[in-house]
Every structure is written in structure tokens, then in C-alpha cells.
């Protein structure tokens, strides 16, 4: 299977559990790998045969700068939804990270797996 993928979307946001961190958006994160047969658009050199890399981006960052989620998990979760609604995306791979959110670590976040089976 193919990959397109988005590495580091910084966008901000509102995300976490503390009251100080509903305050103000915050920096997140976002890394996006799409699996897909990309065949067709190899051949073709026709976007409209491929997964459109900047329209999930838009609305990976569209979803995370209004979600106001409370956890990293929810929101990544929530942009596997978006790009599996994508027509020919058959599996996607999130990572939603809160850079500085822990002393001493760069970043902190999770990784989810999901797919249309």
C-alpha cells in the first residue's frame, strides 16, 4: 500500500485537562500517514486520482485549532475520522504531540492506528 504523508502541521489550540491550559491555545503537533493505492495518480499525473495532501491538511488544522478536546487521544481520533472520509484512504496514522507540555521533554502525545475495515 501507499503512503502520503504530513509531517509536523504545527497549529494551535486549546487541549489539555488543566484549567491553565483551556485558558489560551497552545502549540500541537500533527503528523499524518495515509495509506492508499496511489497507482492510478502515478500513471495518471492527475491529483484528482490521489488523496489531496492539503485539503486533509486544512482540515486536520481546521479540527484541531476548534476542537478544544481535552485530551491528545480525542483529537487524534478525531483527524483518523476526517482522513478515513476521504475517498481511497483505506488506513491512517496519527500522531497528535503537545510540544513542552512535560519539563525535560520535548514533546509528549500519542499515535493512533485506524482503518475502514
Known amino acids: 500500500m501507499d503512503q502520503v504523508f504530513i509531517k ?7 487541549i489539555g485537562v488543566n484549567d491553565w491550559e483551556r485558558e489560551k491555545p497552545q502549540d500541537i503537533l500533527i503528523n499524518i500517514a495515509i495509506s492508499a493505492d496511489l497507482s492510478a495518480a502515478g ?13 486533509i491538511a486544512k482540515k ?17 481520533a478525531d483527524i483518523a475520522k ?14 497528535v504531540e503537545k510540544p513542552n507540555a512535560v519539563r ?3 514533546s509528549v502525545g ?3 492506528e485506524r ?3
Open 8 to 14: 509536523d502541521l504545527l497549529v494551535r489550540g486549546i
Open 43 to 55: 500513471e495518471s499525473d492527475d491529483i484528482s486520482d490521489s488523496v489531496n495532501y492539503k485539503t
Open 60 to 76: 486536520a488544522q481546521a479540527r484541531a485549532e476548534t476542537a478544544k478536546r481535552l485530551t491528545v487521544e480525542a483529537l487524534a
Open 82 to 95: 476526517i482522513c478515513l472520509e476521504v475517498p481511497g484512504v483505506q488506513k491512517v496514522r496519527v500522531k
Open 104 to 106: 525535560f521533554a520535548r
Open 110 to 112: 500519542v499515535e493512533v
Open 115 to 117: 482503518s475502514r475495515e
